[in-house]
């Protein structure tokens, strides 16, 4: 066991991401500590990755999914504990809807994308492993790489499950940085690289759809990675936390909750 005291501090998919899209944002979620509540589609997210990996943790031993119904349920009173634990945040418009009602709405949607993981995704994965963490040493580093795996499965594939408002499409797997680092993880734990990658995304329009995206990663793939890595530690030892580029998608009241109090943002 490493003493607490040698390990290192650690960067995620999700912090590099951050900090590539707006340093301002890490710097506020990461160094001042200011955690601004999920969101609706986030607590949707993250309550339909609770019903599967509930599911899925069961699977490994019992090789049968669970009832649909059960991970229904699960998935919508996730939204109760996520309540209690995180809180959540409205925007403006949902605001004039009301929370009662937007909370409704948002459980009923979880219901039927939970519904859909059940019917279409689940039958198709075998897992041998779930939720599983991995930390990668980088040599010469002021940090460690520290993720989380969705699942990994009898073809030794690597899988990810989203939630979606639209359709992906191919680039999304293949530019993916997130999915350079499980397979990257999964090489380095395992000391050969997994079959392939896997996406399910799970759909949420007016007709529900799941979609399955293959990829996989070459030595390309993780020079890229540790570029952008190194680009990242060396932006951070000196400071420099860069807001938004201007018209980016990302600096508005919609996608960041920082927006109101941020300093580059205009009102």
């Given at each position: 066991m490493i003493e607490k005291s040698k390990i290192r501090p650690h960067l995620s998919p999700s912090q590099i991401s951050t900090y590539l899209r707006c340093g301002e944002m890490w710097r506020r979620r990461y160094i001042e500590g200011e955690i601004i509540p999920p969101g609706i589609a986030l607590i949707k997210g993250r309550s339909i990755h609770t019903g599967a990996e509930i599911n899925h943790r069961q699977k490994i031993e019992s090789h049968r999914d669970m009832k649909?119904?059960?991970?229904?349920?699960?998935?919508?009173?996730?939204?109760?504990?996520?309540?209690?634990?995180?809180?959540?945040?409205?925007?403006?418009?949902?605001?004039?809807?009301?929370?009662?009602?937007?909370?409704?709405?948002?459980?009923?949607?979880?219901?039927?994308?939970?519904?859909?993981?059940?019917?279409?995704?689940?039958?198709?994965?075998?897992?041998v492993l779930v939720e599983e963490t991995f930390r990668i040493e980088l040599p010469g580093g002021s940090h460690d790489l520290l993720g989380r795996i969705d699942y990994c499965d009898d073809q030794q594939r690597v899988g990810d499950i989203k939630t979606a408002s639209k359709s992906k499409n191919q680039a999304d797997i293949d530019n993916s940085d997130q999915m350079?680092?499980?397979?990257?993880?999964?090489?380095?734990?395992?000391?050969?690289?997994?079959?392939?990658?896997?996406?399910?995304?799970?759909?949420?329009?007016?007709?529900?759809?799941?979609?399955?995206?293959?990829?996989?990663?070459?030595?390309?793939?993780?020079?890229?990675?540790?570029?952008?890595?190194?680009?990242?530690?060396?932006?951070?030892?000196?400071?420099?936390?860069?807001?938004?580029?201007?018209?980016?998608?990302?600096?508005?009241?919609?996608?960041?909750?920082y927006a109101p109090s941020c300093r580059f943002f205009r009102k």
């Open positions: 649909k119904k059960d991970i229904i349920e699960i998935s919508v009173n996730d939204v109760e504990t996520i309540k209690a634990e995180d809180g959540y945040s409205l925007t403006e418009e949902e605001q004039g809807i009301g929370a009662a009602k937007v909370l409704g709405q948002a459980k009923d949607r979880i219901a039927v994308i939970a519904g859909l993981y059940m019917e279409e995704v689940a039958p198709t994965i075998q897992p350079t680092f499980y397979h990257l993880a999964y090489q380095s734990r395992f000391g050969h690289p997994p079959a392939g990658l896997r996406m399910d995304v799970l759909v949420d329009k007016k007709v529900p759809a799941a979609q399955f995206l293959t990829s996989t990663r070459d030595e390309q793939d993780y020079e890229i990675l540790i570029n952008k890595i190194n680009a990242v530690l060396a932006g951070l030892k000196a400071g420099i936390f860069l807001p938004a580029p201007e018209n980016s998608w990302i600096c508005s009241k919609k996608f960041c909750g």
